[in-house]
């Protein structure tokens, strides 16, 4: 049941990350670091690394300073 609710998760998070974007103040090089991590957690989700993916994406929300 565990992994079933990390994969609901990796869609919660990139909600999060794309709601965030607009009013963060990041440099370009973070903007494009958030904006690869970001597809990058896309990706493993699609392909079912949904742990990996988690990973990913809080990696991304750190670099904006959210959680």
Do not use: F, N, W, Y
């Not at 609710?5 to 670091?33: R, Y």
């Amino acid at each position: 049941i565990s992994g079933l609710a990390v994969a609901h998760g990796c869609p919660g998070e990139m909600k999060k990350i794309d709601a965030a974007k607009p009013t963060t103040k990041l440099s370009a090089q973070d903007t494009a670091k958030v904006k690869e991590l970001r597809a990058k957690g896309e990706e493993q989700h699609k392909a079912g690394q949904h742990t990996e993916s988690m990973k990913t994406l809080a990696d991304a929300k750190k670099v904006m300073g959210i959680q």
